[in-house]
């Protein structure tokens, strides 16, 4: 394929080195003089392990050239990589200026093409509504819609600095996200022989994926470092306690804990991290993460508590009472702490809990449950369908089997606020997801 790479800078170099080594007819396009001679000689504008040779094989085999021209670029390309910075902006957001002005430069060139579908691919890291725009953008500036004769990519990168080439060839995932069918089926034909997971997903959700990655690479860093720090403080070494924590790959490295849902509970979570959190007020030990981490759960529940609260008093059923399905474990329970606000603000309240009786609990467990509610007998109901035939609002913590949602009958009238994403419940009327 002809492809053109506007921007050379780190992704944008990359990506000429290898989608030139892939065989496709590539023509890189910059602003800076510099970095055009540069790619034009076959050097790299950047320091970065093997890219120079690829760069300078592509060159001698005539698969490779720059020019500081747009027209030229787009004139000799059907493909279009927008590889342009997008910096911060004063408040910390996305400075998109560059990202729109190349993108309506491009769609300019394109209305002047007899192309019957141009493609506008953006590497650039950018949120949604950057994305949203540039679609906006591309169309108004080329006089086509997306899908007829103009189509727009989403495509971020993953590659790490110092080792970006090798990256290039061995990603871990390869994400698209089209506007249409013609641009995701040219997607399909950008990497001939590179075998990673590949995802087609909406515009919106391929924006995000990149931020999720940033943003958890951070966390992973802060977290390590804080429990080193907290090991330091107790004279622990913390790269034995990491080596073991990073060996155990069905919990700590692993996909658990790691899909949107409500906030924890149970009577581990909360109670260890308090104790780290109180050790490290004790002893000076500045742990923000983790503090913030507290924080930032009890937030997981007042969220929720807004969104069931009303001064019209609905009447809320809860499906699980326990922090965890398949126990009858009700410490320290997130949706506890809601059941106390939503009975105290006036709101009627039932439970459905298929493991749960009262009668039954014991030690702890039961010191916590009649604490937190002293009525909880008078809320518990033996059955499913009888919470749902009186709640105006139901709150699902617990999946259930999907047999079990498959013989509800709904009530049309009320609203279903599902916390752990459950397939079998999106067809119910009135169904709202947490986070999605």
């Known amino acids: 394929m002809r492809i053109s790479v506007f921007g050379l800078g780190y992704v944008g170099a990359v990506s000429c080195g290898g989608l030139t ?79 729109e002005a190349v993108a309506a430069q491009i769609g300019e060139l394109v209305a002047k093409l007899n192309a ?7 590497r650039s890291t950018s949120l949604p509504h950057v994305h949203r725009s540039m679609v906006e953008t591309l169309e108004k ?5 997306m899908g007829q004769g ?43 022989g590179i075998s990673a997971p590949t995802f087609f997903v909406t515009t919106d959700v391929a924006a995000m994926i990149k931020y999720a990655d940033n943003c958890f690479h951070a966390l992973k860093v802060t977290f390590a470092n804080e429990i080193g720090l907290m090991c330091k403080t107790l004279g622990v070494d913390s790269h034995q306690v990491m080596d073991v924590f990073c060996a155990d790959l069905k919990l700590n490295i692993s996909p658990r804990y790691l899909k949107p849902g409500f906030a924890f509970g149970g009577s581990c979570l909360p109670k260890d991290l308090r104790a780290i959190c109180d050790k490290a007020r004790e002893t000076a030990t500045p742990l923000p993460m983790l503090n ?22 609905p009447k809320v059923g809860i ?24 009975c105290g603000k006036g709101h009627p309240v039932k439970v459905y809990d298929a493991h749960l009786s009262p009668q039954a609990l014991v030690g702890a467990n039961r010191s916590f449950a009649f ?3 002293p009525h909880l007998s008078e809320l518990m109901c033996a059955e499913l369908q009888e919470v749902v035939d009186w709640a105006d609002v139901l709150v699902v913590t617990h999946r259930l089997q999907p047999e079990t949602w498959a013989e509800v009958n709904w009530n049309s009238e009320q609203r279903v606020l599902d916390l752990v994403n459950i397939q079998a419940l999106r067809s119910a009327p009135g169904y709202e997801g947490l986070y999605w």
């Open 150 to 192: 103009i189509g727009y990519v989403c495509h971020p990168e993953f590659m790490r600095e110092g080792v970006a080439v090798e990256d290039f060839y061995h990603p871990p995932k390869i994400v698209f996200g089209a506007t249409d069918s013609k641009s995701e089926g040219v997607c399909k034909r950008m990497y001939p």
């Open 116 to 122: 019957p579908h141009f493609v506008v691919m953006t």
């Open 141 to 145: 500036s080329s006089g086509r819609e």
């Open 371 to 373: 604490q937190a509610i």
């Open 21 to 99: 080594d892939l065989g496709h007819d590539v023509i890189g396009c910059d602003v800076s003089q510099a970095k055009v001679d540069l790619i034009n000689a076959g050097r790299s504008p950047i320091a970065e392990a093997g890219l120079e040779a690829l760069l300078c094989k592509a060159v001698k085999a005539g698969k490779l050239r720059a020019t500081i021209h747009p027209e030229e670029a787009v004139r000799n390309s059907d493909i279009a990589l927008i590889c342009v910075g997008t910096p911060s902006t004063r408040s910390g957001g996305v400075n998109s200026i560059q990202l």
């Open 292 to 313: 913030g981490t507290l924080q930032s759960n009890k937030d997981q529940i007042d969220q929720l508590i807004k969104r069931v609260v009303s001064e019209a008093r």
């Open 319 to 342: 499906i699980g009472l326990a922090f965890k399905e398949g126990t009858d474990d009700v410490r320290e329970s997130p949706i506890v702490s809601c059941v106390e606000v939503f």
